[in-house]
């Protein structure tokens, strides 16, 4: 009904419209965008048939954007010392979905080397939520978060370590999928994972409709799709359905806001009356140290022994590595080109390595975490658990309770050693009382993300999806 530059004009004017609002869009290539929409009508008017188009590229025409740590222009992940860095080649995720026909629209904003959940750094500054633009957008996908929310993309590119699509896509009110590990590949990232951490990194889809990530999925799995099952039928009603409200009171983590358990109370209820099925209702008691055991498996070596790099070396980018006290000092003068977030975790980092023996220990605990949840989902299970302890944040707040993460970056949703980890769909769940998103994480074994995207698909029938901002 409309031509492919009718629709990239359209996404264009609308980041136009609102992006000196939000700040989310850092370096767009609307002139290429265009021009290569220009190309898909061209395509289209040849005639070579729908069936052909659909194979050989599902996503013809469809306009994205992808987080700026992913090569395809400027690839700074917000580090000063790389502002000039732009990139000579394509991330692969970025090359399938090229290839696949999708447009990128531009690159958006993250946190400072992806490592914490406001996206803002001293390149691009911050990025605000569309909901309200006091509040932040998480991180580190948090521009993602924030352009699909606003409607300015069809899909975002994200990546995830702890919780880095998921709490964008949480606090945005849009749907994210981070797909189980060792499928979707990771190349083409700054900084990408070593060591203990390559197990932990995750590249992923993040949507305004839940329909969507399947086939961004399957796009960006490749060859590999085949392993996450996505053409089994599920039903629903076979479930076995689990739920837990909090992680059983962590003195470094918020207590859940009674809105966010009222939601997640509701489609308890929904599914038990609508499925005719019972919600198991479980307490993991070690999950309280969740904060601890991840920054524990974050700094511990790998399988073949190889040392996860330092914060410090990534925040020195090839060069002399970064001494956070004295970068401490220079930001409280005004003079560091670095976050206080970023320098606070690169002194986090030289405390934990200190501690040896509380590290083995924490890692042990994490081994017998792992084998209860593997125990409590087997291959027909989903959790239902809170995405974060509260609705998005305003600025700078996180400083105030920076181990909030806990909920996207704990173990609960990790195997032990090489083996591949577990995915998790975001999915809102409307808005609360103050018109922002809410939303819950939806957990499964290894390779059956078909699961969780299946029950996505079914709570947003249920509970509406994304609302754009403004409309209530």
Not at 149 to 177: L, T, Y
């Amino acid at each position: 009904q409309v031509t492919c530059i009718e629709v990239v004009e359209a996404y264009v004017e609308r980041i136009k419209e609102v992006n000196p609002l939000i700040n989310a869009v850092v370096k767009d290539r609307f002139e290429e965008a265009l021009q290569e929409a220009q190309q898909v009508d061209k395509l289209l008017s040849e005639g070579p048939g729908d069936d052909y188009l659909e194979e050989k590229f599902p996503l013809l025409g469809v306009p994205i954007t992808v987080k700026e740590a992913f090569s395809l222009m400027p690839n700074t992940s917000g580090l000063v010392n790389r502002r000039n860095v732009i990139a000579t080649s394509d991330a692969t995720v970025v090359s399938r979905l090229k290839q696949a026909g999708a447009i990128p629209l531009g690159v958006t904003n993250c946190s400072e080397l992806c490592m914490w959940y406001e996206s803002s750094n001293r390149v691009y500054g911050r990025t605000n939520n569309p909901y309200d633009l006091q509040r932040i957008v998480g991180g580190s996908s948090g521009g993602e978060g924030g352009v699909l929310a606003a409607a300015c993309s069809v899909i975002g590119v994200g990546s995830d370590i702890g919780g880095s699509i998921r709490m964008p896509a949480f606090f945005n009110g849009v749907f994210g999928h981070k797909p189980t590990t060792g499928v979707v590949p990771n190349d083409g990232q700054f900084p990408n994972a070593h060591g203990a951490r390559t197990s932990f990194l995750c590249t992923g889809p993040m949507c305004r409709y839940a329909e969507d990530l399947e086939p961004v999925l399957r796009v960006m799995a490749g060859p590999g799709v085949s392993k996450l099952k996505l053409n089994e039928k599920v039903s629903l009603e076979k479930i076995k359905f689990h739920c837990m409200d909090h992680d059983g009171g962590s003195v470094f983590v918020s207590p859940v806001d009674k809105e966010i358990l009222q939601a997640q109370k509701k489609v308890v209820e929904h599914i038990e009356s609508d499925l005719g099925v019972r919600v198991q209702h479980v307490s993991i008691h070690k999950m309280k140290y969740s904060f601890q055991i991840w920054s524990a498996m974050m700094s511990s070596k790998d399988s073949n022994g190889e040392e996860a790099q330092r914060f410090t070396d990534l925040l020195g980018d090839h060069g002399k590595p970064v001494w956070p006290l004295w970068e401490l000092m220079k930001w409280l003068v005004g003079m560091s080109s670095h976050t206080f977030p970023a320098i606070a975790l690169g002194l986090t980092e030289k405390l934990m390595k200190l501690n040896h023996s509380g590290n083995a220990k924490l890692v042990s605990m994490g081994k017998s975490l792992q084998e209860e949840m593997e125990a409590l989902l087997g291959q027909d299970g989903v959790l239902l658990y809170p995405s974060h302890p509260t609705i998005a944040p305003k600025h700078h707040s996180p400083i105030c309770m920076p181990f909030n993460f806990a909920y996207t970056g704990e173990q609960l949703w990790l195997l032990w050693g090489a083996a591949p980890r577990r995915p998790v769909t975001q999915c809102p769940l409307g808005l609360g009382s103050e018109g922002l998103p809410l939303g819950i994480q939806l957990v499964a074994a290894a390779y059956n993300d078909h699961l969780t995207l299946a029950v996505a698909r079914y709570l947003e029938k249920a509970f509406g999806g994304w609302v754009l901002p403004g409309k209530v």
